[in-house]
């Protein structure tokens, strides 16, 4: 990766992990993760972590956060994992 801004990328699991990465590198090719992306291991283990992320990227660098929907709508996804106040647009 290059020496561009950072984003933090979070994976629901190391498939994730994978797809952010791909979808960084051709997206925001001059962009870099940092750190290493971090696998979750899990959805129970990502979704108690989103807020935390969140104010991260509301301080900090923007953060990635990548997990298969299961079918649902993603829109939906995010307005039962995250409040209102919680969510952020660098995130």
């Known amino acids: 990766m290059s ?12 498939l994730c992990c994978q ?3 791909r979808l960084l590198a051709h997206a925001l090719p ?18 108690p972590d989103l807020a935390r992320y969140a104010r991260a990227a509301r301080h900090g660098a923007p953060v990635l956060c ?6 649902e ?6 307005e039962r994992w995250l409040a209102a106040t919680e969510r ?4």
């Open 88 to 91: 952020h647009e660098r995130m």
């Open 3 to 14: 020496d561009g801004p950072a984003v933090t990328l979070v994976g629901e699991d190391a």
């Open 73 to 78: 709508c993603p829109v939906t996804l995010i």
């Open 66 to 71: 990548v997990a298969d929907s299961d079918r």
């Open 19 to 21: 797809l952010g990465t």
């Open 30 to 47: 001059a962009w870099r993760s940092a750190p290493a992306p971090s696998d979750k291991g899990g959805i129970t283990r990502l979704v």
